[in-house]
């Protein structure tokens, strides 16, 4: 993500529906709701309407007030309705709410790679024309998250890359070399674990190494592309798995050994909290930890990722779109305001939020780059870094229709072999798994 909200308010009623956006699709063609050309384009002065936004991120505890009532005193005769829900619960809520063709929903945050599902089914607005001017503006790796068979269907609001954290003052107490924030230069995953152990024992650290999210896809695809593994989706209808290669096999055994080694934390740590509290030598996470680093009581510094020795380094990338319901009654003025966060002077949605995410712009992050935090030389490094890792080495997850079933199945074989299975039969037992799940689009 890619980063998920903490504080939401539960849709339990909806949620318990158990809706996921599986199973009930061919994958071919859309629904009724079928948006092949828009017949409407973003107007040059502004309606008066109310949009109905359903987003993973709270007005209050993830700072989106201040983007609200950023968007309502620009546009005044827009008002916005705001509901939470929690990502795990995103799925169902966006199924159960565009199912009922109601406008219920005028807005709602599409994950990137889920955009091909959600297109599939009819759930989305083809945004190809409206957007034709503003999508200029945006990455093309954004873009082309957001789109799917040649069109566009949502709009991003953010991306991401992800950087190595360290903890200077760890790292000096065991007389360990700092690596290196020049790409040319990044240490390798080999001797990041033998660093991370060397400071646990001499150092004080409680953990050596931690990834900010140690289960998910996104940041266990960098690991299984640099070994040589492809994203594990191949084919030309993206619904044949590829997750069982030698690769994806050594990528893992060496993600198996850190846990296995006590360098990382098997249990459900709170990652980032542990790194903040000064617990953790190294860490892997996106730039969302920068501002978080502010008045931590230690000197912490910034490194290019790792990749494994003699291999080409490969970075996550994407983040949040917005997509638009085909049903919704106010697409307009949805659109001024889909517009406004993606678009308007690099993206507005970046610009009032206070712990903004990274922009999908470069208008954007100029502005992201501007605040005090990248004035200090870790600052400094981070930028360096993100600007070209953005440029040269980062891969977005793949775009499938069936990618809700792919993250699904191989997190769980990520746990279980965090946990202790061995990485062949845990991607062998995923393997069966994705054929059977991705069977009903066939």
């Known amino acids: 993500m890619y980063r998920l909200a903490r504080h939401a308010t539960p849709v339990a009623a909806v949620a318990a529906l158990g809706l996921a956006l599986t199973g009930c699709s061919s994958g071919g063609g859309q629904s009724d709701a079928e948006s092949s050309s828009s017949d409407w ?32 005193k620009d546009h005044p005769s827009i008002t916005l ?18 199912s009922q063709k109601n406008g219920s929903v005028d807005v ?6 889920r955009i091909a599902s959600l297109a599939s089914r009819g759930y989305l607005e083809d945004l190809t024309g409206p957007f034709e001017a503003s999508s200029e503006t945006w990455d093309t790796t954004s873009k082309d998250a957001s789109s799917y068979d040649g069109k566009l269907w949502a709009v991003p609001i953010a991306t991401s890359s992800q950087l190595l954290f360290y903890n200077k003052d ?41 990834f900010g999210q140690f289960d998910r896809y996104y940041q266990i695809q960098p690991l299984l592309m640099e070994m040589g593994g492809s994203t594990g989706v191949t084919g030309d209808d993206g619904l044949t798995g590829d ?48 501002d978080s680093l502010a ?4 000197n912490w510094g910034v490194a290019a990722n790792p990749t494994f020795e003699g291999k080409d380094a490969v970075t996550p990338t994407g983040s949040w779109s917005l997509g638009m319901s085909p049903y919704s009654d106010q697409k307009e003025a949805s659109a001024i305001f889909m517009d406004w966060m993606s678009s308007t002077d690099g993206g507005q949605y970046s610009v009032y939020r206070p712990s903004p995410e990274l922009p999908a712009t470069q208008e954007g992050r100029d502005t992201y780059f501007a605040r005090d935090v ?13 600007d070209y890792e953005l440029a040269n080495t980062a891969v977005p997850r793949p775009s499938t229709i069936g990618y809700v079933e792919f993250e699904e199945v191989l997190n769980r074989a990520f746990a279980d072999v965090r946990n202790g299975t061995d990485p062949k039969s845990a991607l062998d037992n995923a393997a069966t798994q994705l054929d059977s799940a991705w069977a009903v689009y066939k």
Do not use: C, H
């Open 295 to 298: 008045d931590v009581p230690f």
């Open 170 to 210: 760890l790292l000096d107490a065991a007389g360990v070399e700092a690596p290196s924030a020049d790409p040319a230069q990044r240490i390798t995953w080999e001797q990041l674990s033998s660093d991370a152990a060397k400071v646990q024992k001499d150092g004080g650290a409680k953990w050596g190494f931690m």
């Open 81 to 98: 309705e705001w509901e939470t829900v929690p990502f795990s619960d995103l799925n169902s809520v966006v199924d159960s709410r565009v």
């Open 108 to 113: 709602y945050w599409a994950d990137q790679p």
């Open 374 to 386: 990248f004035a200090t030389e870790a600052g400094k490094d981070a930028k360096n870094i993100i």
């Open 41 to 72: 384009s973003i107007p040059t002065s502004d309606p008066t309407a109310t949009i109905q936004v359903l987003s993973i991120l709270s007005l209050d505890s993830d700072g989106m007030q201040d983007v609200v009532d950023a968007f309502e």
């Open 243 to 290: 997750v069982t290669s030698d690769a994806w096999v050594q990528a893992l055994d060496w993600y198996k050994s850190i846990f296995d080694d006590g360098i990382a934390p098997r249990g459900e740590e709170e990652m980032q909290d542990e790194f903040i509290a000064g617990n953790t030598a190294y860490i892997e996470q996106g730039t969302w930890l920068i």
